[in-house]
Nanobody, 122 residues
Framework: VQLQASGGGLVQPGGSLTLSCAAS????????MGWYRQPPGKQRELVAV???????DYADSVKDRFTISRDSAKRTVYLYVNSLKPEDTATYYC?????????????????WGQGTQVTVSS
C-alpha cells in the first residue's frame, strides 16, 4: 500500500491550497483518513481526520479555515486549506488506516504518505 501526497507549495498569508493524497495497492477497505503536519523543529500534530462515514474532526487551530473530504471511489483524501497563516508552515503528511490481507488474514494497518511542504510567507 502506498499513499501519494501532493499539492503543497509556497503561498502568501491569506492564500489557499488544496492538498490531495491517493492510496494505491491491494486494499480491502479504508477506514479513517487524515492529515497531520510537522512544523520546523516541532512534533507532528493532527490537523484533520475523516472516517468512512464522513464524520470529520479538526484541530482547534484550523477549524473554520481547513476542510477535509474524501472520494472513496478514488481512494483519495483532500485538505482544502484557506486563510493560511505563517504558523501553518509545515510538512503535511497524510495517513490512512487500511484493511489489507496479510498472510491470508484480514488485518488493519496504518500507512503514511511521504509529506508535502506548505510554506506561508510574504
Amino acid at each position: 500500500v502506498q499513499l501519494q501526497a501532493s499539492g503543497g507549495g509556497l503561498v502568501q498569508p491569506g492564500g489557499s491550497l488544496t492538498l490531495s493524497c491517493a492510496a494505491s495497492g491491494i486494499i480491502v477497505s479504508i477506514n479513517d483518513m487524515g492529515w497531520y503536519r510537522q512544523p520546523p523543529g516541532k512534533q507532528r500534530e493532527l490537523v484533520a481526520v475523516i472516517d468512512s462515514t464522513g464524520f470529520t474532526d479538526y484541530a482547534d487551530s484550523v477549524k473554520d479555515r481547513f476542510t477535509i473530504s474524501r472520494d472513496s471511489a478514488k481512494r483519495t483524501v483532500y485538505l482544502y486549506v484557506n486563510s493560511l497563516k505563517p504558523e501553518d508552515t509545515a510538512t503535511y503528511y497524510c495517513n490512512a488506516n487500511v484493511r489489507v490481507v496479510v498472510g491470508g488474514s484480514l488485518t488493519q494497518q496504518g500507512y503514511w504518505g511521504q509529506g508535502t511542504q506548505v510554506t506561508v510567507s510574504s
